[in-house]
Nanobody, 125 residues
Framework: QVQLVESGGGLVQAGGSLRLSCAAS????????MGWFRQAPGKEREFVAYITRSGDNIDYVDSVQGRFTISRDNAKNTVYLQMNSLKPEDTAVYYC??????????????????WGQGTQVTVSS
């Protein structure tokens, strides 16, 4: 069983930055693609970014391209989401997700097997 714990959310003014972390309690972390998703109030959960096992392939939704950076530290079983130039429309609960072992990354939520509890990000205007 994989447990994912997000941290780093909070309240920030527009233009500010936050760094989300997701710690995984599993020895197979380095064998799994990791993703970040978010759900804004009244909206469906959407893809934000993913990173493959070794970090050699990364993808972002267009709305965060150039502002957000996903990275991972396999020695620490942790994936990060650095969020810069935040906008009010980035306000959401952010979730990290772990894919099955030895599979590539994906924008589809159905690819991911395990999910964290989420961390709230609020960007004020």
């Amino acid at each position: 069983q994989v447990q994912l714990v997000e941290s780093g959310g909070g309240l920030v003014q527009a233009g500010g930055s936050l760094r989300l972390s997701c710690a995984a309690s599993v020895g197979t972390f380095s064998s799994r693609a990791m993703g970040w998703f978010r759900q804004a109030p009244g909206k469906e959960r959407e893809f934000v970014a993913y990173i493959t096992r070794s970090g050699d392939n990364i993808d972002y939704v267009d709305s965060v391209q150039g502002r957000f950076t996903i990275s991972r530290d396999n020695a620490k079983n942790t994936v990060y989401l650095q969020m810069n130039s935040l906008k009010p429309e980035d306000t959401a609960v952010y979730y990290c997700a772990a894919g099955p072992t030895f599979r590539g990354g994906s924008r589809s939520q159905n690819t991911y097997r395990y999910w964290g509890q989420g961390t709230q990000v609020t960007v004020s205007s």
